[in-house]
């Protein structure tokens, strides 16, 4: 059962329902989302707790998507290596090699 937590963003607390086992999780979000926040305001380019707010949203889901961009990358770099690999071995079967050059 989800429980209120509170957490404090720009000095500024707030409740926030979450269940046990996530709430360390929140709390680690909020302190991120916070040092985020102070470092935009305290650039002095961005006026506004909204606007703070939103340039900080804006930043976190650019590095998310290049994270999982990156992910997507990987996974499709590890399938390709998985493909080789198979037909690197589907060859060596075809071919008389010495039993102690062969993989073990």
Do not use: W
């Amino acid at each position: 059962m989800s429980e209120p937590v509170k957490v404090s963003i720009l000095d500024r607390d707030f409740m926030v329902a979450a269940p046990p086992e996530q709430q360390a999780d929140l709390h680690e979000s909020a302190r991120q989302l916070d040092a985020r926040m102070r470092e935009i305001r305290d650039s002095g380019r961005v006026v506004g707790t909204d606007r703070i707010a939103i340039m900080a949203a804006l930043n976190l889901m650019h590095e998310l998507l290049e994270a999982q961009s990156q992910v997507h990358h990987d996974t499709a770099t590890a399938e390709r290596l998985q493909a080789l690999d198979a037909h690197i071995s589907d060859y060596l079967a075809d071919v008389d090699i010495p039993a102690e050059l062969r993989r073990r």
